[in-house]
């Protein structure tokens, strides 16, 4: 069931249930993080493998003392700049957040959304909620409680519907190692972002060979119908236009039949394409078509979280 009703969604979190709520990034399948029985849930109801860990999202950072140890100080000055947001800090836990929620990592991922509706219920929640994006394991994330409805509907109970996400990537993972600041997964926060208030900092690029960096398998995004990240004018020999779906930045391609197109932002605007990138990859996938080609967008600001989204979902293992 879809609805609006924070004091329903309270009910069944506080009754270790699992509810989706909306966050400015992506929807979560949410569970109280302090409840192995509420975690193994959502686990279970993703088909997601244990050993991959999960955020925990509450609504203020003053709340973050109950269950990890003090931010350093660089992280600090970021949860202090971009708290709530699309940011997601590591931070060494406490013994009352379960191993299962971490992967049995002594660090966990902490997040404040800013979204009204998740904030206010959770304000109501005396626990943290952990919550990955609500997809099926492998798929795409989901950005509006429709697109949860469609996969996750049968097995969850409620939907908090928050409307379609304002920022459309999911949050960017920031921790410390070997005392720098690093970006472990690319994000709705773009580095330079980050960087204009820290400085420099480390991004990890993402790798299957490395599957211990957060991020998880390189074709975690994955579609269904393949999709192929290349330059639109430069077809390869023999491949019909017909049977093509077009994910393009600006401008389509000529002769590739129009309802086939989508066009992120004819403004140029990398915001507005992040925003609808996700969406954009649903309905393709759903086309009577052979291969989705997509076209690589400028490698800066929101434009790098893009590309590597399109480069995960192109991804071949
Ligand atoms: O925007 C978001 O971050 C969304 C919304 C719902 O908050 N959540 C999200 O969760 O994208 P998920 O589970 O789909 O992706 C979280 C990523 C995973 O790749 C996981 O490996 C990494 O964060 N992660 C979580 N906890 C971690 C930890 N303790 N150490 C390292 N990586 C961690
Ligand atoms: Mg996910």
Redesign the pocket.
């Known amino acids: 069931m879809i609805g609006k009703d924070l004091d329903y969604a309270a009910q069944l979190l506080t009754a270790e249930e699992i509810v989706a709520i909306p966050?400015e990034?992506?929807?979560?399948l949410a569970g109280n993080a302090l409840s192995t029985k509420a975690v193994t849930k959502i686990f279970a109801v993703k088909n997601r493998p244990a050993f991959?860990?999960?955020?925990i999202?509450t609504n203020a950072v003053s709340r973050l003392a109950a269950w990890t140890e003090s931010l350093p100080d660089p992280l600090r000055e970021l949860a202090d700049r971009f708290m709530p947001g699309?940011l997601?800090l590591?931070v060494p836990k406490l013994p009352v957040i379960p191993d299962l929620v971490?992967?049995g990592?002594p660090?966990?991922?902490v997040?404040i959304?800013r979204h009204p509706l998740s904030l206010a219920l959770l304000e109501r929640l005396s626990f943290p909620l952990a919550?990955?994006?609500a997809n099926p394991f492998g798929y795409i994330?989901p950005t509006t409680a429709q697109h949860v409805e469609q996969q996750l509907g049968e097995k969850i109970n409620y939907i908090l519907d928050g409307g379609p996400c304002t920022v459309g990537l999911?949050?960017t993972?920031v921790g410390m190692e070997q005392d720098q600041i690093t970006v472990?997964?690319k994000?709705?926060l773009a580095v330079e972002t980050i960087e204009a208030v820290v400085g420099p900092v480390r991004v990890k690029e993402h790798s299957s060979s490395n599957p211990q960096a957060?991020?998880?398998l390189k074709s975690h995004y994955a579609p269904r119908v393949p999709l192929r990240l290349g330059v639109l004018g430069e077809l390869q020999n023999g491949q019909s236009k017909e049977r093509l779906g077009i994910l393009a930045f600006r401008a389509g391609l000529p002769g590739v039949p129009a309802e086939q197109q989508i066009i992120l932002s004819q403004a140029g605007d990398l915001q507005e394409a992040a925003q609808g990138l996700f969406a954009a990859m649903r309905r393709l996938d759903q086309m009577d078509i052979d291969l989705i080609l997509a076209e690589p967008f400028p490698e800066t600001g929101l434009g790098r979280a893009i590309n590597d989204r399109l480069r995960r979902a192109s991804a071949e293992e």
């Open positions: 966050t990034t992506v929807y979560g991959d860990p999960l955020i999202h699309p997601t590591l971490t992967a990592s660090r966990v991922a997040r959304p919550a990955p994006s994330s999911e949050s993972i472990f997964r994000g709705g957060p991020g998880m």
